[in-house]
Structures are given as C-alpha cells and as structure tokens.
C-alpha cells in the first residue's frame, strides 16, 4: 500500500496513563481490521522520551493491546543517536529523566562518557546545596575532567539543579567546572523536544520540556548580558524527526518485502500525520510535505488552528484513521 501513518501518543492514542478506546480501535484498524482488509504501515512519532524505544512499545503494547514494536516507535531523542558517532568517547553532560535512565539510554546510543547534573552534585553538593547529595553516582573529578556537549533528553526533574549544573559546564572556561566563567559558550548544546506544554490527566495542559528551554535561554541571556546561545534541536516539528521516521517506514517496508523498490515507494507513498498539537504535529508534518490530520482529544479543541492549519481535523484518532483509509482507497483506485 502506498499508504503510511504517524501518530503522535499523548493525547491522540492515550491521556496521561489511560488509553482512550478510540486509540485503541484506531491502531486495529491500522492493523488490519479494517475494510480493505490491509495491513497499512504505521510508527509512534512522539516528543515523549526518558525511556528507550523498546519499553516504549511494550507498554504501549500492554496499554492499547496492539503489538507495537521498538522500531515502531521515535522518540523525541531517537534521532539523537547518530551524534554519538561524534562523541563516541568525549565527555557530554546528559541533562533530563529520572534517576539515571537517560544516562543509560545515551550510553546504548553509543556515547561513552556520559555524566549527569546528580553526578556532579556527588562530587561537589555544593554545586547545588538544595538538595541531598545523591549515593547512587559516578565518581570522577570534574575539575580535571572537562565536557564536550550538553545533551537534554528528557523532561527535567529538577529544573533549578539542571539550569545550574547545565549552565556552568556551557559558561566555565573550557567547559571544566570550577573554573572561572566566560561569556562565550564553551561547548554545543543539543535538546530534544520544544513542546511548551503537553497533555495528561490533568484537565489543563502541563509544562513540557519546551518550557525548561526556554528557562535555560532566559538564564543564559541574564547572566551573560545577552550573548548568544546556540543550540541544537530535536523532536518534532524539526525536519530531523520526520527524515527519522520516514527511514524507518522505510526498513518496515523493507522487513514486508525484501525486494521493494524504495525509490518508487517514495514517488507514490503518502505519508499521514497524526497529532493533537498543531505547533508540533501539524507544523512538522506540513515541512515535511506529509498530510497532517488534527485531533480533539489533547492540547487542541477548536475548529483549525490558525497558524499551523492541519489538512484535516477530527474529533479523534478512530475517525482520523477512518478518513486515512477513506482518502487512500481513493488513491489507490485512481493509481
């Protein structure tokens, strides 16, 4: 079929740690339950992260009772991983996520020397005394052991420990800490997921990892009377994503059928996007030339939005992919 679809997860497929029942019909659907009877291709395109591909899909699996495997799923930091042929063995500071779950990620990406803000806080509690100092850490000196890049992947835990310790490694001459500050970033930064806000269980949107950037420039503009801050970013609405995702629709396609010809996959393929915040999903998927397809049942529950307009708006995912299969009948009749 050249037909395939990606769909966002909070607050298209599941709210908070409840799966919504037309999530779950909707990726039977995609499974083949459908009335042409077809299997279309499909992947997890989310700003979501902190664990790894794999758990992802298995407890998304387990919550929608859909088989949903690891290279299904993208993770706002999937992409992340072709830097670690960059910093294979080079000191980086890994910033977000619980405990030491994203230090634990990046290292199966590849990085090799990987520290987090509670490692330092061990070595110097004075680093950030509002807290107790963390056992469960790494042991190096960091005062000869300098850094190479600041990594966020994941929503902080801790936003005035992190904006410290993330701070001083990108202002301390040569990106060792304890040495004096210097206005001119010392290393590169790279942050995943700018999503301001995201939807749970709470009736109102929650902070998401955007809003920690955007603490981290304001401090970084305060303390520094306005220097530059340059970054990096991942996660959607960013090309990256959308250039990950298609490669794996690649290989699913590849996995389905060996001989497929992806350059004529490309030519006819239409890609679906389906998301429920239109500066994030819609706006990544309308870049990326994809068909985007709006939802109600998240951050958004108007008629369109005004400044990323979607192609399509649904009250939910069961009607989104519903019209998908509609549209791609359609296609394929008259290709």
Not at 115 to 143: E, I, N
Request: charged share 20%.
């Amino acid at each position: 079929m050249s037909t395939a679809v990606a769909l966002d997860i909070d607050g298209v497929l599941v709210r908070g740690k409840r799966a919504l029942d037309e999530g779950r019909r909707a990726l039977q659907m995609l499974s083949g339950a459908n009335r042409l009877r077809r299997r279309i291709p499909f992947v997890l395109l989310t700003n979501g992260g902190g664990v790894s591909e794999a758990d992802k899909a298995s407890s998304i699996s387990r919550l929608l009772g859909v088989e949903i495997r690891p290279e299904q799923v993208v993770l706002a930091h999937s992409p992340m991983r072709a830097l670690a042929s960059t910093y294979s063995q080079k000191h980086v500071l890994v910033v977000g996520g619980q405990q030491n779950r994203c230090a634990d990620i990046a290292q199966a990406y590849g990085f090799g020397n990987v520290s987090t803000p509670d490692d330092v806080v061990a070595w110097s509690p004075a680093a950030w005394p509002f807290m107790p100092p963390p056992t469960a850490a790494r042991s190096r000196d960091y005062a000869s052991d300098p850094f190479h890049a600041v990594m966020v992947f994941h929503d902080s835990f801790d936003f005035g420990r992190d904006l410290q310790v993330a701070t001083d490694v990108l202002r301390s001459a040569g990106a060792t800490l304890g040495r004096e500050f210097v206005n001119p970033q010392t290393v590169p930064l790279y942050m995943s997921n700018a999503d301001l806000v995201f939807s749970n269980d709470y009736p109102r949107p929650r902070f998401g990892q955007g809003a920690y950037h955007v603490c981290l420039r304001a401090m970084w503009d305060a303390l520094t009377g306005g220097a530059p801050l340059e970054y990096t970013l991942f996660g959607k609405p960013n090309k990256v994503q959308y250039q990950y995702a298609e490669h794996l629709l690649d290989q699913l396609a590849l996995a389905a059928d060996p001989n497929t010809d992806l350059a004529q996959l490309h030519a006819r393929r239409r890609i679906f996007a389906i998301g429920d915040n239109p500066a994030a999903d819609i706006a990544g998927a309308n870049g990326a030339g994809w068909t985007s397809v709006l939802v109600r049942t998240g951050v958004f529950d108007g008629v369109n939005d005004a400044t990323h307009p979607a192609h399509q708006v649904t009250d939910h995912v069961e009607e989104a992919v519903s019209w998908i299969i509609e549209s791609a009948a359609a296609y394929d009749s008259e290709n």
